[in-house]
């Protein structure tokens, strides 16, 4: 068996078909379609369910993908091996939501790469939604994201637990108190990041848990325009505590945590392009870059290692 063939087929599972596969590969779906097949032929053993639509894995298939995966990391961790005794760094490509930035910006700049992670960053800058699919593309090698859902194709590391509030302008009547609950806020005129966005489907699940529709006037994700509205006291908003503390500077902006209404951020890495040693290494190093920036706020928490 050949390399390329466990790439495709742990591609395949990841994507849940063929033409998808073959459109993150940038390589023909029929090239894939034969690789796997001439494997298949080779073991003596069916790995994929072919169907209208779509594929899936056999049992078979599903040992064979984690072993497969196991395999492409161990190959990972001895590319890591020769590239940290070599003169240039390892070139990976991550992903950051404007917040998280200031964090990979001190890390770089204090020393990397380093001895312990010999790693030069290309670094992209955007919301979750948007740096989820460029992952799941193959465009970049790893993200922040928040609230990152298990998947075959990442390997995930937890960073920290931060609250969301509510944001609005200072003179609002709820702008005092020590903390909201969802009750209390679902009369308030909202505007909202779009339903794909992670925070907002946290935010939805929570309503929809408690049975309650809030009053959303507007969705965006334009932060200049949406600093306007809250400033202006045309709608509230509800952010991430690292969102709204990067507000707090405003005078004319209040900031309130929302009981109970919190989101997970966590390093997620493509198998197959960092050894797990590297990987928890680089999520230690931005936790620990959290737990310095954020200092003692109670409404982060940094995870514990995985």
Sequence with gaps: MELRQLRYLVEVAAAGSLGKAAQRLYIAQSAISRQIAELEDELGVVLLRRGPGGVRLTETGNRFVEGSGAILESLAALRSLVSASAVEPQAIRIGLPPTVSPLMLALMSSGLP????????SVVEA??????????????????LTNPAPSRAFHIEPLWRENLFLVGAAGSGW???????LEEIVDIPLVLTPPGDASRQAIDLAFEAAGLVPDI??????P??????????????LLSQTVASSLGASRQLAAVPVDGLTIDRGFVVRKGTLPHD??????????????RHYGDDPWIRMAEPS
């Design 127 to 144: 919301s979750t939604y948007w740096l989820q699919k460029r992952l799941e593309g193959g465009d970049l090698d790893c993200a922040v």
């Design 278 to 291: 590297l990987c928890a290494r680089l999520a230690a190093e931005l936790r620990a870059a959290a737990g």
């Design 175 to 181: 702008a005092h108190r020590p903390i909201c609950r």
């Design 224 to 237: 200049t325009f949406l600093r306007a509205q809250l400033e202006a006291g045309i709608a509230c908003s």
């Design 114 to 121: 380093s001895k312990a992670l010999p790693l030069r960053m």
């Design 217 to 222: 006037r507007h969705e965006h994700e334009a």
